[in-house]
């Protein structure tokens, strides 16, 4: 490995990682050499270009904490997060498709009754959801888990609303046997991605919005199924063209309706306008494990 130039430089370094005892790790890496190397040589990087893209992976990796993760949201801003997701959740015509689980899922969410009220009390046009899941022949799925989560009407999710400790806005629901499951809370808004770091210059920088559009965030599990995360997301939001980490997808969005003042779902009285959103999740079966004997 003496006397390495440019020509014969990938080769060599290609050939350190062949022999990794796992074949998968030898895989990825050799494709991240020769793809790293290829950006390297078709941009022309300068060694003062190289030398800011190492600054600014650094400060986004001093910017993660327990709480905040940098890279995950600069993977967000890229479209790795979307194209990871993708290839891994391909879903067949008709069938609910998949999105990102995001950031502020939290396992420590309550398990609620149909029809509960999971806005703890948050202020917020009221905002009702009716759903069913079914399977692709329209058969309900009855006892499957629904995770609910969303923001409040300033965008805020329940880990950034000051001086409240108790988890908002976000239930663990179960379906009845018709498929069906409500619930009722305050109509989630758009809101700006953190933009007060390395992402936020990276935005700024080139010219891209910061604003998500607003969306009700599920999580569909049930016996024998394919695990559904998703999201769904009015119509009429002014953001579904920009989203800053491709979220939106046309069969995911949807109509918020909205309703004058008086009796709403689940005979609620409301004393202002509410929102009535109504969706049908169906779920594709889970394959068969590779080499399974059909008998």
């Not at 020769?34 to 650094?58: I, N, P, S």
């Not at 080139?206 to 599990?221: D, F, K, Q």
Request: hydrophobic residues 35%.
């Amino acid at each position: 490995m003496r006397d390495l130039t440019d020509d014969t430089i990938t080769e060599a370094v290609l050939s350190t990682v062949r022999g990794a005892k796992d074949a998968r790790l030898a895989e990825i890496l050799g494709a991240l050499v020769r793809h790293a190397h290829d950006f390297v040589r078709e941009t022309g990087l300068t060694e003062e270009e190289w030398a800011r893209g190492v600054d600014f992976l650094t400060r986004t990796g001093q910017l993660c904490t327990a709480t905040r993760q940098e890279f995950i949201l600069l993977s967000d801003v890229l479209g790795v997060t979307m194209l990871v997701d993708a290839l891994g959740n391909r879903r067949a015509a008709g069938s609910t498709q998949n999105s990102v689980l995001g950031p502020f899922f939290r396992d420590d969410r309550p398990a609620l009754p149909d029809g509960a009220d999971i806005s703890e009390g948050l202020p917020g046009t009221p905002f009702f959801f009716e759903g069913s899941v079914t399977d692709a022949q329209g058969a309900p799925v009855g006892g499957a888990q629904v995770d609910v989560w969303h923001s409040d009407a300033d965008g805020h999710y329940d880990v950034d609303v000051p001086g409240l400790s108790d988890p908002a806005m976000r239930a663990l629901l179960r379906t009845g046997g018709d498929g069906g499951f409500r619930f009722r809370s305050v109509r989630p808004s758009s809101y700006p991605i953190p933009d007060d770091g390395t992402v936020g210059e990276l935005m700024r920088a080139t010219g891209r919005s910061v604003m998500r559009p607003a969306h009700l965030h599920l999580r569909i599990t049930a016996a024998g199924f394919q695990k559904v995360t998703t999201m769904l997301f009015p119509s009429d939001d002014a953001h579904l063209d920009q989203d800053p980490v491709f979220g939106v997808k046309q069969s995911l969005v949807t109509e918020y309706a909205r309703h004058r003042a008086g009796t709403g779902p689940y005979g609620t009285s409301t004393q202002e306008p509410y929102t009535l959103l109504r969706h049908t999740f169906v779920l594709e079966p889970v394959e068969p494990a590779s080499g399974a004997r059909h008998l």
